[in-house]
C-alpha cells in the first residue's frame, strides 16, 4: 500500500476553489443541481480497470464534473494519479522527468483521482477537470520498490471541451482539510454512506487513502506489514483521493462505513527528507459503532 509521489507545485488556489465548493454543498440539492427540463444531470462516469502494470479505459473524454471509476483487476494494489501536463507537454516529457531526483516539473500538475482498493474492488472519486492533456498513472511501489509508472502503468488522456449540459456537483456532507501534517474533518464520520469533500491546505501535496483495519488488528501493523508482507493483510484498502498538489482543488470520495476501526494515511514521501508523511504523523484513527 505504498506510494511513491513526487512533490509538485499546483497553480489553482485551493482556498477558493474550496469555499466555493462549500457553498454549493451548503445549499439544497435543487439549488446545486443543473437542471434540464426538470432532469437533474448527473456528473458522467469514467470506467478504468488496472492490472499488472497498465490501464484499460478511454484516450478522450469531456470536461467537468466527472466520476472517474478505477477496477482493480490486478494482484498488486493500484490507483489514479491525474496529472495534467501544461505548457504543451507529453507523457514522453513526463517519463523523462520522473527519472530524475527530486521533484517532478512544475509543468505536471497532480490534481488526484481514486486511491488504491483492493485488489479486485472498486472505488471512485469525482473531480472537475479542464480540457488539456493529462496521464494517468500508478505511483503504488509494492511490491519491489519501484514506482508502476517506471514499469509503464500510464496512460495519456485527453480532456476536450464538453458539449454536453453542465453536470451537477455531487452534494457532500462533510469536509477534509489535508495539511502538513495531519487532517481536519468536520466532523465525525458514523456507520453509513458518507460524501467527503477532500483537499489539500498543505505546502506538499497530501492524499487521503482509508482503510478498513480488520478486527484486532492496529494501524502499526499494518504499516510494519507493508513493506514486508508476510500472510494477509491486517486491513483492507478502500480507495480515497489521490495525491493533490498545494492548494489544489478539492475531489469528493463516497464510501459506505461499517462498524470497525479505520485509518486516513498519507504515503507521500516528504519534500524535505523523503520519509513518507504517516512518518511525521499524518494519519487519522477513528473508530465507527
Request: proline share 10%; hydrophobic share 40%; net charge neutral.
Amino acid at each position: 500500500m505504498r506510494h511513491r509521489h513526487k512533490a509538485a507545485v499546483g497553480i489553482v488556489f485551493l482556498a477558493a476553489a474550496f469555499a466555493t465548493r462549500q457553498r454549493n454543498h451548503a445549499a439544497s440539492s435543487k439549488a446545486v443541481a443543473v437542471v434540464q427540463q426538470g432532469v437533474v444531470v448527473p456528473p458522467p462516469v469514467v470506467k478504468f480497470s488496472a492490472s499488472d502494470f497498465s490501464y484499460a479505459g478511454p484516450d478522450t473524454i469531456q470536461s467537468g464534473e466527472t466520476i472517474f471509476q478505477l477496477t482493480n483487476n490486478g494482484p498488486s494494489l493500484h490507483h489514479i494519479e491525474l496529472i495534467r501536463l501544461d505548457s504543451g507537454k507529453t507523457m514522453a516529457d513526463l517519463g523523462a522527468a520522473m527519472k530524475n531526483p527530486g521533484p517532478p516539473p512544475a509543468w505536471a500538475v497532480f490534481i488526484g483521482g481514486p486511491n488504491a482498493p483492493d485488489p479486485g474492488a472498486t472505488t471512485s472519486t469525482t473531480l472537475n477537470v479542464t480540457p488539456g492533456n493529462y496521464v494517468v498513472a500508478c505511483l503504488v511501489d509494492q511490491p519491489g520498490g519501484v514506482p508502476h509508472i517506471m514499469k509503464g502503468m500510464a496512460k495519456p488522456l485527453t480532456v476536450v471541451q464538453s458539449t454536453g449540459p453542465k453536470a451537477s456537483v455531487p452534494a457532500a456532507d462533510m469536509t477534509v482539510s489535508m495539511k502538513d501534517y495531519g487532517y481536519d474533518i468536520s466532523a465525525p464520520i458514523t456507520a453509513g454512506r458518507h460524501t467527503l469533500l477532500i483537499g489539500n491546505h498543505g505546502t506538499q501535496p497530501h492524499e487521503f487513502e482509508l482503510v478498513k483495519l480488520d478486527s484486532g488488528k492496529t494501524v502499526q501493523e499494518l504499516l510494519a506489514w507493508i513493506p514486508a508482507p508476510k500472510g494477509p493483510p491486517p486491513g483492507h484498502a478502500l480507495g480515497g483521493v489521490n495525491a493533490l498538489a498545494p492548494y489544489q482543488h478539492a475531489n469528493e470520495f463516497t464510501a459506505d462505513f461499517t462498524p470497525g476501526h479505520y485509518a486516513i494515511i498519507c504515503f507521500v514521501p516528504d519534500a524535505k527528507d523523503g520519509k513518507p508523511h504517516f512518518m511525521h504523523g499524518m494519519i487519522h484513527e477513528f473508530t465507527v459503532n
